[in-house]
């Protein structure tokens, strides 16, 4: 029997003592032994029991058993229960893996770490550059269409020119061509 089921049934088995009845009505299901999706069986645990379990099932399974904001919340208010810095330990264990997580997938990255580090606008993060060629030849650099339209002061839609990346055949930007970069 895996501790976190030990655990889950040491609870049962208080709340039998003390003439409690858990259940749907107020408790929470804790799937037990094996997490949502391994395995379907559980027990009714009261809220601050079902965070206790969610973390010796994390340890037991090796992956993260729990939502991170009810056990924090949890931990933070615990007076001090048996096992606490422990507890506190595989907290940070499979939360550390999940930033690690992140910055494989790429979520939840600034500045340098984050892969469009340089190759959105200043303005807004999600923008692509764009080049803008003067009928001179010469080329300026913007961060985005937002930022291209406030500094040359276009009122007109200039996205359509840029989706075709044709050289502009009329009104204040004839003989300009847009694109993205």
């Avoid at 609870?11 to 094996?34: I, K, M, W």
């Avoid at 949890?74 to 007076?79: D, P």
């Avoid at 040359?152 to 004839?174: D, E, H, M, P």
Wanted: aromatic content about 14%.
């Amino acid at each position: 029997m895996l501790p976190n089921e030990v655990f889950a049934l040491a609870c049962r088995e208080r709340y039998a003592e003390d003439g409690l009845v858990v259940d749907e009505s107020n408790g929470e299901f804790a799937h037990c032994p094996l997490p949502k999706g391994l395995g379907e069986t559980g027990y009714y645990l009261l809220h601050d029991d079902h965070q206790w379990q969610g973390l010796l099932q994390s340890k037991d399974v090796g992956r993260r058993c729990y939502f991170t904001s009810n056990v924090k919340r949890w931990l933070m208010k615990a007076n001090f229960v048996t096992g606490y810095f422990d507890l506190w330990d595989i907290y940070d264990e499979f939360n550390q893996l999940s930033e690690e997580h992140k910055r494989k997938v790429g979520e939840a990255q600034i500045g340098e770490r984050n892969t469009n580090f340089g190759k959105r606008g200043r303005y807004n993060h999600l923008s692509k550059p764009i080049i803008v060629t003067k009928p001179c030849g010469g080329e300026i650099r913007y961060g985005g269409v937002a930022e291209a339209k406030r500094e040359l002061g276009a009122n007109q839609n200039i996205f359509k020119f840029i989706k075709t990346s044709k050289i502009v055949t009329r009104g204040k930007f004839k003989g300009w061509q847009f694109r993205y970069a």
